[in-house]
């Protein structure tokens, strides 16, 4: 997991990979302070089976899927699935 | 530095570099570049330990040869930065080459590729980069406080990736492709998120190739695909801040087996170290 933020303090971003084969992580993220957070933005990672490849054939097996994501105050509740990276982007 | 010669050093950097009415910047005006490229970063050999270098050497014959080039390199142009040609970070040629360069040079590169057809092995190999990270600035702690240097001496992670399919002869029959799984895109994030967890040590990393051979980037003369690790490199250099934080976790760090984990040998044989790992 990493995280990093802007100058502003307004946009953080994390990176975060669940290298669970088999299964997800549901998990909360906090921010510190009492700044809300406006958005939550996660951009995932994924395909069928660790094993999967892109190719000239299937050049879409593992792309990234966005969502938006609900925050409530100063938290977000975030599903990651198995064998996935998610970048995710908050706005203060 | 493995076939060139110190003179063929010098003569890159005024090329590139040289402002004044000299033999090789005029070549470069008269080849169309009337100003300097300004290359600011030169690596001093590449990977000069390995059995597969031409001119491979003893890191105390690098240190001294690497002198001797990096004095007229910086002669030639004072505001270029140097960097020491390191291994894995942990190995006793890192530690003699940065004794022996830590006075001239600003940075100290570490090479490590991973990859391995178990999905696990695959995906927790990484580690090997903060392991290499941390072993490598204590050794540069140690020659900046031996050596009374004030100014701050980073690492160069300046190859790394997946890569194990394509490494041998055996695996090279097919082409010298490496074609990216899932689980390669998961190890390229964790490698990500350490650069970033570690960029205080670590202010350059890159790829070797963006477009073929062991990169995101796949092409052939009719058309392109990305590969799986392009997802984690594209949204990371797009999203990704300048600021590091370092929150902490309430997660419970997921057990694993210590594993054994590949390096390369200084005569090119495979070693192997021990390492554990976490989340």
Known sequence: MSATRDDSGKAVTLGIVNRHREDAITTTIKVGGSAPILSATAHEVNGDDPKVLNSFDRPDAVVVQDRQLTASGTTVEITLPAHSVTVVRLAL | ?279
Request: aromatic share 12%; proline share 5%.
């Open chain 2, 1 to 279: 530095m493995g076939t060139g010669t110190i003179d063929e050093a010098q003569a890159w950097v005024e090329y590139c570099n040289g402002t004044s009415n000299t033999y090789w910047a005029n070549l470069r005006r008269k080849n169309g570049h009337e100003e300097p490229h300004n290359v600011r970063y030169w690596g001093l050999g590449n990977e000069l330990y390995g059995g597969w270098q031409l001119g491979q050497m003893a890191a105390e014959d690098y240190v001294k040869r690497g002198r001797e080039y990096a004095k007229v390199m910086k002669l030639t142009d004072p505001s270029i930065e140097l960097i020491s040609c390191g291994q894995n970070g942990w190995d006793d040629w890192d530690r003699v080459v940065i004794d022996g360069l830590a006075q001239i040079v600003d940075y100290h590169s570490i090479h490590i590729y991973t990859g391995h057809d178990d999905y696990y092995r695959n995906v927790f190999e990484p580690h090997q980069a903060e392991r290499a990270i941390r072993v490598c600035s204590a050794f540069i702690e140690q020659a900046r406080y031996n050596l009374r240097i004030t100014r701050p001496i980073g690492i160069a992670y300046d190859e790394w990736n997946i890569w194990y399919r394509t490494r041998t002869p055996e695996g090279r029959k097919g082409g010298l492709e490496e074609q990216f799984d899932l689980s390669d895109a998961l190890a390229v994030a964790t490698y990500l998120n350490i650069f970033i967890r570690e960029c205080e040590r670590v202010p350059i990393a890159n790829l070797a190739q963006m477009v073929n051979v062991i990169a995101p980037i796949f092409t052939r003369p009719d058309g392109i695909f990305l590969q799986t690790i392009y997802h984690p490199l594209r949204l990371y250099a797009e999203y990704a801040h300048a600021i590091a934080l370092d929150p902490p976790s309430s997660a419970t760090p997921t057990p694993c087996r210590p594993m054994r984990t590949p390096g390369h040998g200084r005569n090119g044989s495979r070693t192997w170290g021990r390492s554990s790992c976490w989340t």
